[in-house]
Nanobody, 120 residues
Framework: QVQLVESGGGLVQPGGSLRLSCAASGSYFSDYTMAWYRQAPGKQRDLVAIIDRVGSTNYADSVKGRFIISREIAKNTVYLDMNSLKPEDTAVYYC??????????????WGQGTQVTVSS
């Protein structure tokens, strides 16, 4: 099993910034593919950003140039730096970990979610 604990959500004005953090349990964090998803009320959960085991990243078109995903392997933590926030970024943000099939705890794991609200 992998436990994921998110933090850093909150209320921010349009144009502002927030940093989300997700701390993961487990001994092989460097093997995990880590991602951030978000879900707005009444909508499906969508991928926001992803970073794979070699550090390659990818982003949803709606956040490219504004959000940055990064990881700190020594701390088993992945971050999402969100800049130039817009009201449409308002959602619950979820951390996701993908553990590869060669690990005993392979599978996909989710955090509990953290609310981000962008409003004046």
């Amino acid at each position: 099993q992998v436990q994921l604990v998110e933090s850093g959500g909150g209320l921010v004005q349009p144009g502002g910034s927030l940093r989300l953090s997700c701390a993961a349990s487990g001994s092989y964090f460097s093997d995990y593919t880590m991602a951030w998803y978000r879900q707005a009320p009444g909508k499906q959960r969508d991928l926001v950003a992803i970073i794979d085991r070699v550090g390659s990243t990818n982003y949803a078109d709606s956040v490219k140039g504004r959000f940055i995903i990064s990881r700190e392997i020594a701390k088993n933590t992945v971050y999402l730096d969100m800049n130039s926030l817009k009201p449409e970024d308002t959602a619950v943000y979820y951390c996701n970990a993908g553990v590869p099939s060669y690990r005993l705890n392979s599978g996909a794991y989710w955090g509990q979610g953290t609310q981000v609200t962008v409003s004046s």
